[in-house]
């Protein structure tokens, strides 16, 4: 059984830093592309920052020089350094990857996600 396990999560003034972690277990042959996503009250829920096996990253236009996304390919780990963080950047943070069980077939799998607010 694949998990994908989220830390990291908290309350921060606007200014302020958090580093977000997911780490893949359990039955795994490969992971691919992962990434986080984010939802908001009353929102859909939108990609933040995506990263491949390879290390080719892409970022949502609002989190661009502020948020960081790496991985940890031994560890089968996303991070998400998130600098000069805004009250807007608010929501829940859900971590994300397409992960092959087995070599035969692949899916998605979400974390249970984990809470982020902005508040002075």
């Known amino acids: 059984q694949v998990q994908l396990v989220e830390s990291g999560g908290g309350l921060v003034q606007p200014g302020g830093s958090l580093r977000l972690s997911c780490a893949a277990s359990?039955?795994?042959?490969?992971?691919?592309?992962m990434g986080w996503y984010r939802q908001a009250p009353g929102n859909q829920r939108e990609l933040v920052a995506l990263?491949?096996?390879?290390?080719?990253?892409n970022y949502a236009d609002s989190v661009k020089g502020r948020f960081t996304i790496s991985r940890d390919n031994a560890k089968n780990t996303v991070y998400l350094q998130m600098n000069s963080l805004k009250a807007e950047d608010t929501a829940v943070y859900y971590c994300?990857?397409?992960?092959?069980?087995?070599?035969?077939?692949?899916?998605?799998?979400w974390g249970q996600g984990t809470q982020i607010t902005v508040s002075s």
């Open positions: 994300n990857a397409n992960i092959w069980p087995t070599k035969w077939d692949t899916r998605g799998y």
């Open positions: 359990g039955s795994i042959f490969r992971v691919d592309a």
């Open positions: 990263i491949t096996s390879g290390g080719i990253t």
